[in-house]
């Protein structure tokens, strides 16, 4: 076996990315039990935990979904995508308690055993309003157990990126599992406009942002004329220093640096996850993946040793002041 | 993400941003008929 487990390395920057998500989720917790039994003295103390847990996971869910989009449209949010990993397991401890203690409350006490009374208690497929919304809960709960039980490096390396990416979109699948879930259960019995009114914008800023992220995006992902060997870029002065120029040749995205009076030409998709290198800038002469630090050399796009991962590097040219970039990888 | 992965990426935002608000509004539609 190639791959080994390392536990997970704690820096200052990890630590304080924990404490705030444990401090946020307390408080919200606190605040939101706090609040529940002022306005609804007759509730239980598990009725309020169970709703405490269920809005603050799909509460963090939205938070996790908003930052990629973010990031792609502002650099400014890109610590936040650093240790996103740590709130999606997170969210999904959240998940697991609401799930656990609604199978108690709703499933536990009857002559069946609580998953089968969970997947036969109600069987409305055909009815909106009666639908059996929970059964979506615990679909959703299985993805969001999936992700978080494969979100250590070692899984990454395991499964490898790609396959390990595709696994982790599971997420759209359970959020739109959870909006089914929510929307055909919790706002069926609550009245009051405040969860309707809170949902709905929630799903305006994530779609809206997605949509956003998307459309700024897209047409950079449109192949640059191909006739020669050599692809334009445009002028080397619009290139900043230790920054990258990013075009599209043939099927895949190459980032053009500019760094030392010269200029290096590599794969856009970082090794790690799959990162966008050309967003990332150069620190101590490596360039810098933006989205988890992996750093690459730019003559040759192999990592600084020990590390042995290594990216498609590309001739460059540059004459009369523009930029251009051979469209066949170096062997 | 490599190209296949983005534009998949971006297909599924698109349904999610049609279908989803589609479920929303039913399922307030269903509530209060």
New interface residues.
């Given amino acids: 076996m190639s791959v080994q487990y390392q536990a997970v390395l704690m820096n200052p920057q990890k630590r304080a990315y924990d404490l705030t998500i444990a401090g946020g989720v307390v408080a919200y917790l606190a605040v939101f039990a706090g609040a529940g039994s002022l306005l609804h003295p007759n509730a239980t103390a598990e009725t309020l935990l169970i709703r405490a847990l269920g809005t603050g996971a799909f509460l963090l869910l939205h938070i996790i979904l908003t930052i990629g989009p973010l990031c792609r449209l502002d650099r400014r949010f890109l610590p936040l995508l650093y240790n996103r990993r740590h709130l999606g397991v997170t969210m999904f401890v959240l998940a697991l308690g609401h799930g656990a203690f609604s199978l108690v409350q709703f499933h536990a006490l009857g002559d069946v055993d609580p998953l089968t009374s969970l997947f036969s208690s109600n069987t409305r497929y055909d009815s ?2 009666q639908f059996p919304f929970q059964q979506l809960g615990f679909v959703a709960l299985l993805i969001l157990f999936l992700m978080a039980a494969t979100s250590h490096d070692f899984w990454l390396r395991m499964l490898g990126a ?1 396959f390990w ?2 696994l982790h ?1 599971l997420v ?1 699948a359970a ?2 599992l959870l ?2 879930h929510v ?2 259960g919790a ?2 019995s609550e ?1 009051s406009p405040v969860l ?1 009114g809170v ?2 914008l929630g ?2 800023t994530v ?2 942002l ?2 956003a992220a ?1 459309l700024r ?2 047409p950079v ?1 449109e192949p640059a004329p191909v006739e020669e060997e050599f692809v334009r870029v445009g002028p080397l002065d619009a290139i900043p220093e230790n920054r990258a120029q990013v075009i ?1 040749i043939g ?3 190459v980032a053009v640096f500019r760094h030392d009076g010269k200029v290096s030409a590599l794969s856009n ?1 970082c090794k790690h996850q ?1 990162g ?1 290198l050309g967003e990332g800038r150069i620190v101590g002469g490596c360039i810098t993946c933006p989205w988890h630090g992996y750093q690459y050399l730019p003559e040759t796009g192999a990592s600084p040793p020990p590390f042995t991962e290594k990216v498609d590097t590309f001739d460059t040219r540059v004459t009369g002041g523009q930029v251009y970039v051979c469209r066949r990888a170096r062997k | 993400m490599t190209r296949p992965l983005r534009r998949w990426h971006r297909r599924v935002w698109v349904a999610l941003s049609i279908l989803l608000p589609l479920l929303f509004v039913a399922a307030l539609w269903v509530r209060e008929s």
């Fill in positions: 909106l309003a790609p990416k595709r979109m759209y959020y739109g909006v089914g929307a055909l706002l069926q009245r309707a949902m709905g799903l305006v779609c809206g997605h949509v998307a995006e897209s992902d599209t099927a895949e995205r998709v799959g966008p």
